[in-house]
C-alpha cells in the first residue's frame, strides 16, 4: 500500500485520538447514566466496588461460556469495560447484536484506531441516521472541518438531510469553524438533500457567528440567481426568515410596540405598513442585511403616515456589522404625511473598515421614543439601492 502524505496522516491520526477519547467518555457516561437512573437492563452492572465489577465481568464470561449467543451477555460485557480493546470481544458483539449503540460504538472507534476511514465514516453516519449519536455527530463535525474529512463525506451527500443537520449542530456546538462545510452544504442544496429548516438553522448560526461572506453565499445558492443589493425593496414578495430579506422584531403582540403588515395598496401592490401601538418599542422596528463594497450609495424610497404621532419622527440607518454600534448615515426624520406618498432620499459612503455587510434599519430618530411608544400608521414603498456616482 502506497505511504499516505504527510497532512493526511495527521489528519486520520488526529480525528482517530479526538474520536476514541469522545466514544470512551461516552460510553463511560452511559453506563454512569444507568447506575444513576436505575432504569436499563445494564442495572446489575452498577458497582461503585472494583471488586464488584470484576466480579460482574466474570459473571458475563460464563455466560456466554455457557450461551455463545447470549447477545445481551456480550454486549453487557463492553458496556463494563468501554476503554478496553478486545478484538474477540468486540467480533462476538457484532456478529450478534450489530446495530446495538454500544457496538456501533465501538465499531466505528476501531475503524478509526485502524485508520480505515472509509469505513469508519459509514458507521458514524449509521450511529447519527438510525441513533441519533450526539457523539458521532461530534466526530463527523470535526470530520467535516478539514479537507480531507469533508471528500470523506461528499459521496454521502445524496441522504444528506438524514445526518447532515446534526453534524452542522454539532459543529457550531463545538465552535468549530462554521463557515468550513458550506461547500457540502451547498452541493447537498444542488441535490435537493438538505431541506429548508435546515438551511435556515445553518443561515443563522453563519450570521450570528460573523461568517458573513458564508452566509451570502449561501442565500446566493438557497435563490440561484442574481440579486439586487436590497431585496424584496418594494416589499411585493413574503418575507423569507434567516437569510438577507426583511427582518422585524420577534415579540408577541399583545406586547409589540409595532405590528407588521402587507397589504395591497391600489397602484402600488403590495407595501409595508408599521402600525404602531403605544407600547415600548423593539428596535429596529425593520431591517435587513445588504452585502456591499465600499464606496458611495443612493438609499432612497416612499413613505406615508396616517394619523401618525411622533415628536422625533422615524430614520432609516445604515450600520456596519464589524462590531461597531454607530451609524455611517441616517436619513432625515420621518413625519406623518396626513396620507399622501412622499418621497424620501439617502446619500451615504461605506468606508473600507465597515465589512462586507451593513444593516439598513428603521428606528427612531430619539431614544426616548422607543421607551414611551409611538401612535398611528407608517407605510414604505418602492424602496431601492443603488451605487452612486463619486
Not at 424620501?344 to 439598513?360: A, K, Q
Request: charged residues 20%.
Amino acid at each position: 500500500m502506497p505511504s499516505l502524505p504527510y497532512a493526511n496522516r495527521a489528519f486520520q491520526l488526529a480525528l482517530a485520538v479526538a474520536a476514541v477519547a469522545i466514544f470512551w467518555l461516552a460510553a463511560s457516561a452511559h453506563l454512569e447514566r444507568t447506575c444513576t437512573l436505575l432504569d436499563t437492563p445494564y442495572l446489575p452492572l452498577c458497582s461503585a466496588s472494583t471488586p464488584s465489577v470484576t466480579a460482574s465481568a466474570e459473571e458475563l464470561r460464563r455466560r456466554i461460556a455457557r450461551n455463545p449467543g447470549d447477545s445481551d451477555a456480550w454486549t453487557k460485557l463492553m458496556v463494563l469495560q468501554p476503554g478496553v480493546r478486545n478484538d474477540a470481544l468486540l467480533r462476538g458483539a457484532t456478529q450478534l447484536a450489530p446495530n446495538n449503540p454500544n457496538v456501533l460504538r465501538s465499531r466505528a472507534g476501531r475503524a478509526l484506531e485502524r485508520r480505515d476511514m472509509p469505513a469508519a465514516v459509514a458507521l458514524l453516519l449509521e450511529m447519527v441516521r438510525y441513533r441519533n449519536s450526539g457523539e458521532a455527530a461530534q466526530v463527523l463535525a470535526q470530520m467535516m472541518a478539514s479537507a480531507e474529512g469533508a471528500a470523506l463525506l461528499r459521496p454521502q451527500l445524496a441522504d444528506a438531510k438524514e445526518w447532515l443537520p446534526q453534524v452542522l449542530a454539532s459543529t457550531a456546538a463545538q465552535k468549530l469553524p462554521l463557515g468550513r462545510p458550506l461547500p457540502l452544504v451547498l452541493e447537498a442544496i444542488e441535490k435537493d438533500s438538505f431541506p429548508p429548516e435546515a438551511q435556515r438553522s445553518y443561515m443563522r448560526s453563519l450570521k450570528s457567528g460573523g461568517y458573513w461572506l458564508d452566509a451570502y453565499g449561501l442565500w446566493l445558492a438557497q435563490h440561484k440567481q442574481e440579486l439586487p443589493l436590497l431585496y424584496n425593496a418594494s416589499f411585493d414578495e413574503a418575507f423569507e426568515p434567516d437569510g438577507f430579506d426583511w427582518e422585524f422584531p420577534v415579540v408577541a403582540r399583545s406586547r409589540a410596540g409595532s405590528l407588521m403588515d402587507q397589504p395591497a395598496v391600489a397602484r402600488r401592490g403590495r407595501v409595508l405598513e408599521i402600525e404602531f401601538t403605544g407600547r415600548h418599542l423593539a428596535r429596529p422596528m425593520a431591517g435587513q442585511y445588504v452585502f456591499v463594497a465600499p464606496g458611495s450609495y443612493r438609499f432612497r424610497g416612499d413613505y406615508m403616515g396616517a394619523k401618525f404621532r411622533s415628536q422625533e419622527g422615524l430614520v432609516w440607518a445604515v450600520r456596519c456589522m464589524n462590531g461597531g454600534n454607530g451609524a455611517v448615515a441616517r436619513s432625515q426624520p420621518l413625519q406623518d404625511t396626513g396620507t399622501v406618498w412622499r418621497s424620501f432620499e439617502l446619500l451615504f459612503n461605506v468606508p473600507d473598515n465597515c465589512g462586507p455587510v451593513v444593516s439598513i434599519q428603521l428606528d427612531v430618530a430619539a431614544d426616548f421614543e422607543a421607551a414611551v411608544g409611538l401612535r398611528g400608521t407608517m407605510s414604505f414603498d418602492s424602496l431601492s439601492l443603488v451605487r452612486a456616482p463619486h
